[in-house]
C-alpha cells in the first residue's frame, strides 16, 4: 500500500482541500472498511481463491473474469505511474539521467523489475523488504519535522476548502489501494485462511495512520505555501526551507536524500504490484481463459509464471506510452478498475451469506461495502469526465477485449473438447 500515492498526492491535495487532506484519509478509511472486513471473510471462504474463485464461486466463471481481469489491468496502470513518478525524481537529481529519454528508463525498469521476478517469491520478498526502508524514511521525516514545525494558523478557515473534497476524493483512493494484495499471493501465504486476512487487517490500519498523519502534519508545517507548488516535486524543499532556511547547503544534500529515498519507494510500490499481480493473470490462464493459456500458467524453474509477468512488463510500458507518465489517468484507471473487482467480490460475499455459506458476518456489512464500491466507482467516473475521458476509453476498451477473449477461448475449447 505504502508506494507513489501518498507522495505525488501531498501538492494535489493541499492546491483541492487546503488543510482538509488528511480528512480526505479519514473519509476513505471509513468507507474501505466494510470492504476490509468484507475481504478478510471471503478470504476465510477462499483461502486459495484470489479474485477469481470470489466471484466464480458464486456468480460463474463470466464473474470471475471481469473481476480479476479488471483487476490485473488497472493495477499495472499504477505500476507504470510509480516507475515514471521514480524516473522524474531521478532526473531532476541525477544530472546525467536528464539527458536520457523518460520513457525509455521506464521501459529499463521494467525489463529489471520482470527478470527480478522470475527469480521467484523469496527473492521478490528480500528486495521488498528492502525497499520498505526507504519507503518510512521521508514519511516519518515528514511527520516529525510537522510536531517540530506545527501552525495551528494553517488551519484556520481560508485554508480549509470544503468544496475540494468530493475530487480529491478518487486520488485518495489510490493511497488505500493495495491492501488486497494477500488475495492474489492467498496461493503462496503459508495458513491463507488464518494469515491473508490478519495481513489485511494489520497492513491496512498501520498505512491508513502513517499517511493521515503526514498529511497532516506536512500541511500543519508548509500551509498554503504547498498549495503553491507546481506538483509533487516542490513539496519537500518547502519542508526543508522551513526548517534550515532556503537554499541551505545542508537542505539541499538532505532534500536529495529524501527524494532519492521517495523515488526508491516508488520502485518499491511498482516491485510489489509485479510480485503479486501475475498471479492474477495466471488464475485466468490456468482456468483457460486467455490466449495461449498453456504459455501463461506455466511455471519456470523458480516457480513463477514467466510469461505473466512478461505479460505485466509489456501492459506497464504500454500504459506509459498512452498516457505519458501523466498522473491523473494513470491514478483514475487504477481507481475504477479496483473499484469494479472489489464490488464483484462484495457481491458474491453477499450473495455467499444469503445462500447460507456463512454466518460470521452480517448482510449489512457486506451491503454497505457494495453501496461504498458504487460510490467510489462513481467518484471515479465523475472524475474522468472532468480531467478528460480517453483514459477511461482505453480501460473500457481493454476490459472489453479481456471478455472477447473469454468468449472466443471458451468457444475454442467447447469445439476440441469431445462430445461425451
Known sequence: MLGTGVFVNTVELAKRTGGLGFLC???????????????????????????????????????????????????????????????????????????????????????????????????????????????????????????????????????????????????????????????????????????????????????????????????ASSGMALAAEQNYLGAFPILLGKLFGAGHHFANMLGSLLYIAVACSALGGCYGIMFSNNWNLHMLAKNGHLFGSKLFSAFNKNQVPFACIIAEGILGISYLLITGGNQLPLQQISGLGSVLTYTFSIVALALAIARKKTTTVSIWIARLAIANCLILMGMCIRNFFISGVIPLIAFVSLLGFGILMFFMSKQKEAITTPAR
Open 25 to 219: 484519509y479519514m473519509i476513505i478509511g471509513v468507507l474501505m472498511l466494510p470492504l476490509i472486513i468484507s475481504f478478510a471473510h471471503l478470504l476465510k471462504l477462499y483461502p486459495t481463491g484470489g479474485f477469481y474463485g470470489f466471484a466464480t464461486a458464486e456468480m460463474g466463471p463470466l464473474a470471475g473474469f471481469i473481476s480479476t481481469w479488471s483487476y490485473f489491468i488497472a493495477k499495472m496502470a499504477s505500476a507504470g505511474l510509480m516507475v515514471h513518478v521514480s524516473i522524474s525524481l531521478l532526473q531532476k537529481l541525477i544530472p546525467f539521467m536528464s539527458t536520457l529519454p523518460a520513457l525509455a528508463l521506464d521501459a529499463f525498469v521494467f525489463a529489471l523489475f520482470t527478470i527480478l521476478n522470475l527469480n521467484g517469491l523469496k527473492t521478490g520478498s528480500r528486495i521488498q523488504a528492502g525497499f520498505m526502508v526507504f519507503k518510512l524514511i521521508p514519511l516519518l521525516f515528514a511527520i516529525f519535522a510537522g510536531f517540530y514545525l506545527f501552525n495551528g494558523g494553517n488551519f484556520i478557515a481560508p485554508h480549509l476548502l470544503w468544496q475540494g473534497i468530493p475530487t480529491a476524493l478518487p486520488l485518495v483512493l489510490y493511497v488505500a489501494l493495495g491492501f488486497e494484495a494477500s488475495v492474489a499471493l492467498s496461493n503462496s501465504i503459508e495458513n491463507a485462511e488464518k494469515n491473508a486476512p490478519r495481513a489485511i487487517f494489520i497492513s491496512y490500519g498501520i498505512v491508513m495512520l502513517i499517511v493521515c498523519l503526514y498529511q497532516l502534519m506536512f500541511f
